[in-house]
């Protein structure tokens, strides 16, 4: 048998590594376009920042592929021919597959502002942002982040860690409001001004100015600034690499469409990662996955039904995790942005606005439903333990402990919890706390 992926991301790399330890003896080709060797893309800051080198940020060695006799084509695809089993690639020879696998990940979506072809003006995706980046950005003094998400803050870290001033123009009135609950929001907005960060709310570009030589020199904001800036960084979220699959004639819709096999409208041709939309999620799940977990599971669960093991894809328990200027962020199964009918939000927050947890629970037994925190390192496996087995509130209050990650370093906040827990909640009785280990 002969598997043949296209894109060499965290989705179809695990699909590689997957399949080749179910079939030993198929051959199996990566292709992709952006790099020889597959690396992390969350990692791409920190080559910025300076804290890791490219070597430092491939997960596998180089020899690992050749050892594993996974085939590397550092080439584009740029068509599929699904009756004919075969793929066609910019540089070298077209490929014949018995299988393949779509991994083509995700692309920015950028509007059409004028002036976005300026010089110094650039979305933020892969190595070729990172490359022109780190040029671009060589004696600024001043930037401009658009766009209120994950990439922003990113961004901002990034700029700043260069003593580069930031103004960052979030179009919402809060801080990812369409994610976090007002307290998280107020929190970070008042972190990331803590940090000399120009963050404005209610905010969006109009239109990028440039000088004579066709640089960016500064934008226009809606709330009628003109504020100086020599780059601007634009992330304003990503969408779905469609190119190949719609040059092949698969149904796509924001995503690649796929069944709960990851199979899409051609039978034997396979989706996953960011670049796919399943047809039907599950209730609570959302159509486009777009994380690193969910890629790596995602080509996990693909493999298999590739090589022969026919297994339904389930994400299971939500989780995410993220890092707004040294604020850690986790949340672990649904915490709605907006009160919502029915689901009880238990809030503590420490006084000196670093440290955050929520926990949301419902119904007559009161089972917790989702937790966020900022600035407090939850232990997943306790947090998924909880969710999963519907666990009333107050025996989580008081086993809060358990879920403490690193107890040896972090100061012990579960005394004041569970005093603003009574107090939040007079009526709702809280175990006497147990000690750690006992969940
Ligand atoms: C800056 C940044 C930071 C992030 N940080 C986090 C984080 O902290 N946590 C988290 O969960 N997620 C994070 N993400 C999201 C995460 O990186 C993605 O969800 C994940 O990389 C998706 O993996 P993928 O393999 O599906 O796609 P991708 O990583 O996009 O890989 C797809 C690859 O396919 C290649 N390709 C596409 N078309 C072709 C073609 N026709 N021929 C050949 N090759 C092709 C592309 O060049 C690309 O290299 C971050 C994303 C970015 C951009």
Redesign the pocket.
């Known amino acids: 048998m002969h598997f043949v992926i ?7 790399v695990s699909a590689a590594i997957t399949a080749r330890r179910l079939l030993p003896e198929a051959r199996i080709t990566l ?5 020889a060797h597959h690396y992390s ?2 990692a ?2 920190y080559l910025y920042l300076g804290h890791l080198r490219y070597a430092d940020v491939k997960p596998h060695a180089d020899w690992f592929w050749a050892e594993n006799r996974l085939e590397l084509l550092h ?4 068509g599929v021919h699904t009756a004919a089993r075969t793929v066609q690639l910019a540089a070298g020879p077209s490929l014949a597959y018995d299988r393949l696998l779509l ?4 692309v920015p979506r950028i509007p059409g502002w004028p002036g976005r072809q300026l010089r110094g003006v650039q979305g ?3 190595l070729p942002d990172l490359e022109s980046m780190s040029r671009d950005t060589q004696g600024v003094a001043h930037a401009v982040v658009v766009g209120g998400g ?2 922003g803050v ?1 961004l901002a870290e990034m700029l700043h860690s260069r003593g580069i001033h930031v103004t960052w123009l979030v179009r919402e009135g809060r801080y990812w409001q369409s994610v976090l609950p007002a307290e998280e929001s107020a929190m970070l907005e008042a972190h990331i001004r803590d940090q000399h960060i120009d963050l404005q709310l209610t905010t969006e570009l109009r239109e990028l100015r440039g000088n004579a030589q066709g640089r960016v020199q500064a934008v226009e904001t809606t709330t009628g600034q003109v504020l100086p800036a020599e780059w601007v960084g634009l992330a304003t979220g ?1 969408q779905p ?1 469609l ?2 699959a719609q040059a092949a004639g698969l149904a796509t819709d924001r995503g690649i469409l796929v069944d709960e096999m990851l199979e899409t409208s051609a039978p034997g041709v396979y989706a ?4 796919a939309q399943h047809r039907r999620p599950a209730p609570g799940e959302v159509a486009v996955e ?6 790596r599971m995602q ?1 996990e669960t693909v493999a298999h039904t590739i090589c022969g093991e026919p297994t339904p894809y389930r994400r299971g328990e939500w989780f ?3 890092k707004f200027f040294h604020l850690e962020y986790q949340t672990y199964g649904r915490v709605p942005a907006q009160p919502t009918a029915g689901i009880a939000s238990f809030c503590w927050q420490h006084p000196n606005g670093k440290h955050l947890l929520r926990i949301n629970f419902c119904g007559a037994d009161q089972a917790v439903t989702g937790v966020n925190t900022l600035g407090l390192r939850q232990r997943q496996d306790v947090w998924e333990h909880w969710l999963r087995e519907k666990t009333p509130i107050g025996t989580v209050v008081a086993q809060l402990a358990a879920a403490n990650f690193d107890p040896e370093f972090a100061r012990q906040h579960e005394p004041a919890i569970r005093r603003a827990f009574a107090q939040q909640f007079p009526s709702i009785a809280v175990e006497k706390p147990r000690r750690k280990g006992l969940w």
């Open positions: 296209i894109g060499n991301g965290i989705t179809g292709v992709g376009a952006e790099s893309r969350p791409l800051m080439d584009e695809a740029l991994a083509t990940g995700s933020f995706y892969g994950l990439i990113e990503v690499n190119v190949l996953a990662g960011d670049c777009q994380l690193w977990y969910t890629g080509g995410n995790s993220a």
